[in-house]
Structure formats: structure tokens, C-alpha cells
């Protein structure tokens, strides 16, 4: 079981930067990898970035690339998304999702492959 809370959402002026954070929590933590995910109104969810707990090079979907950075503090149980140089396209609810390191069957970047999600939190981004 894990459990997952976000947190750092808010609106921020075109341009600006937010950190979302994301707690992990429960015995299997580290036997997940935490992914972030974004979800506009009226679009599917959609990935961001993902972070391995074991370390190695962290993935981004093409929106993020280059404005956004995943981090991870293993001590804290905490991951992080900063995002910088926002657009009002960046504007979503956004998730944190744990992903068992040995599933198959689903790319790491399919929702489905991600068994554990956080409640998501806002982030509005405006013009």
C-alpha cells in the first residue's frame, strides 16, 4: 500500500514557476516509483515526468521537457515537480501516481500502469 498527498498548487502569472511536492507514504513506498500526471478539463490525463527512488536519469512527457524538473528526496519520502517559465496550457489538476517498479504491460507513461494516485491539486496558470 502507498498513500500519496500533493501539494503546492496555486495561480501563478504566465511566465512564473511553481514546486509541487508529493508524499509518499506506507510500506511499499520504495517498491513504487512515483510519476506526475496533469489533467486540463474536457482532456485525458496526461504525463508529465516520472523519478525512480533507486536514481538514474528522470523521464519527462514533451510538454514538460525543458520547464520542468522531478526531483526526489529519499529521506523525505518526497518527490518533487518544479515547473518554470509556466503557460496558461499548463493549467490542470495535477497528480502524483506511484507505479510498482516491475509492472508490465504499461509504459510509464499510461495512467494504467500507476496503482496508487494522490487526490491532485490545482495549478492555474493565467495569461
Known amino acids: 500500500q502507498v498513500q500519496l498527498v500533493e501539494s503546492g498548487g496555486g495561480l501563478v502569472q504566465a511566465g512564473g514557476s511553481l514546486r509541487l511536492s508529493c508524499a509518499a507514504s506506507?510500506?511499499?513506498?520504495?517498491?513504487?516509483?512515483v510519476g506526475w500526471f496533469r489533467q486540463a478539463a474536457g482532456k485525458e490525463r496526461e504525463f508529465v515526468a516520472t523519478?525512480?527512488?533507486?536514481?538514474?536519469?528522470?523521464k519527462y512527457g514533451d510538454s514538460a521537457e525543458g520547464r520542468f524538473t522531478v526531483t526526489r528526496d529519499n529521506d523525505k519520502n518526497t518527490v518533487y515537480l518544479q515547473m518554470n517559465r509556466l503557460i496558461p496550457e499548463d493549467t490542470a489538476v495535477y497528480y502524483c501516481?506511484?507505479?510498482?517498479?516491475?509492472?508490465?504491460?504499461?509504459?510509464?507513461?499510461?495512467?494504467?500502469?500507476?496503482?496508487?494516485w494522490g487526490q491532485g491539486t490545482q495549478v492555474n496558470v493565467s495569461s
Open positions: 523519478v525512480a527512488w533507486s536514481g538514474g536519469l528522470p
Open positions: 501516481a506511484a507505479r510498482w517498479v516491475y509492472t508490465t504491460g504499461y509504459s510509464f507513461t499510461n495512467p494504467r500502469g500507476y496503482a496508487y
Open positions: 506506507g510500506r511499499d513506498v520504495f517498491n513504487h516509483n
